[in-house]
């Protein structure tokens, strides 16, 4: 009998050459609806980086790379000063799409060396050399992912209690997701892992995303209220929290969802260890330390409406609504990359990774 496919069988993100598009599951409509949609033009693929249709920082990385590759397709000119003028002003639109995650203006910058790197050649070359960096952004995120995974793996053992906030999943990059790697890899070999998924509001990604893509998947997983987690702390159920990142300071202060540092100090608390599951894309050294991160400010509305039957809040009431926190490195045990595993002192450690890498 065949095999049901499942939310696990899709591509978060895909690349239609012959179609000139950039194919994207809708994750605004999951779990009720698995919808694929095709993205042309670069309002669309702004918008729906904007509105989360793709979110998560490794796929916004590899959108973000596929849609300029895409954008670039577009421009009509022979002459390389036309043509990059025009690639860039594409580029820094697709780059105001959310402040927050480093993999968008990390895949950009990415592209943007490609046409710098061969400037002599012939801009249909350019082209071409640009889809290849964009396919090469995402074998890099499953290798990436699978490499965290392995690392992510020596830090648990067979039936710990794991703790993840939002989604870093499947669904947040192109395979494996970076925080729930070790879950994935642990589910492959037996481990038994019991999962406890926080619903993360206001936008759900952990019930709708997360709790959803782990079910699947045959993972243990138990889906919790945001302000449950302390509760499945103390009762002794949780032995780990894995988290993903949207930007790691070059002191290890790490951006990720809102709520991410309230786990984060509820678990130091009850000595349970915080591991960031990092790839390098999401490490800046630029930015000195957590001040530096800008934080997406998002509209009230995903907090007094959004998922209500109806309004849930008194019409005119202030809201306070920023996509992401930061967790300050003390609270913070590990930062699991592709490289291995950094450990305070950060700026010290995440340095080490960096120069491996290069
Ligand atoms: O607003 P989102 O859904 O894009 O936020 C996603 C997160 O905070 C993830 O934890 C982070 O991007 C890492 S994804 C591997």
Redesign the pocket.
């Known amino acids: 009998m065949e095999k049901e496919k499942t939310i696990m069988d899709y591509d978060t993100v895909a690349l239609d050459d012959e179609n000139s598009a950039l194919l994207i599951i809708d994750q605004t409509k999951l779990p009720t609806e698995t919808e694929i949609i095709a993205l042309k033009t670069a309002q669309e693929i702004w918008d729906a980086i904007y509105l989360?249709k793709v979110?998560?920082?490794?796929?916004?990385g590899v959108a973000a790379g596929y849609g300029m590759y895409l954008l670039a397709k577009q421009i009509r000119t022979d002459n390389f000063e036309e043509f990059y003028r025009e690639f860039v002003k594409q580029k820094d639109f697709l780059n105001s799409s959310?402040p927050t995650?480093v993999n968008l203006s990390w895949a950009l910058k990415r592209m943007e060396q490609v046409c710098l790197d061969h400037k002599e050649k012939p801009v249909r070359e350019i082209k071409a050399l640009l889809k290849k960096e964009s396919e090469e952004i995402q074998a890099e995120d499953i290798r990436v992912c699978k490499a965290i995974g392995e690392y992510g793996l020596s830090l648990v053992k067979p039936g710990d209690g794991i703790l993840t906030?939002?989604?870093?999943?499947q669904l947040?990059?192109s395979k494996y997701?970076?925080?729930t790697a070790p879950i994935y890899l642990g589910q492959e070999r037996g481990y038994g892992f019991h999962v406890f998924a926080d619903e993360t509001r206001p936008?759900l990604?952990g019930a709708r995303l997360t709790s959803y893509e782990l079910y699947s998947s045959g993972v243990d997983v138990t889906l919790i209220c945001d302000n449950m987690s302390a509760a499945v702390m103390k009762n002794g159920w949780i032995d780990a929290v894995f988290?993903?990142?949207?930007r790691v300071a070059a002191n290890g202060d790490t951006a990720?969802?809102i709520g991410?540092s309230v786990v984060a100090a509820v678990a130091n608390y009850y000595h349970i260890p915080v591991y960031i599951?990092a790839p390098t894309s999401?490490i800046d050294m630029n930015t000195l330390t957590g001040d530096d991160i800008r934080i997406e400010q998002r509209p009230a509305g995903e907090v007094t409406e959004m998922w209500y039957k109806e309004r849930m809040a008194p019409e005119g009431v202030k809201v306070f609504n920023p996509?992401?926190d930061v967790t300050d490195h003390e609270l913070i045990a590990a930062i699991v990359t592709e490289y291995g595993i950094a450990r305070a002192p950060y700026t010290q450690s995440l340095k080490e990774i960096m120069e491996k890498k290069s």
């Open positions: 989360l979110r998560g920082a490794p796929a916004i959310r995650a906030h939002c989604n870093a999943g947040a990059t997701g970076t925080a936008l990604q988290v993903g990142c949207d990720n969802k991410t599951c999401t996509a992401f």
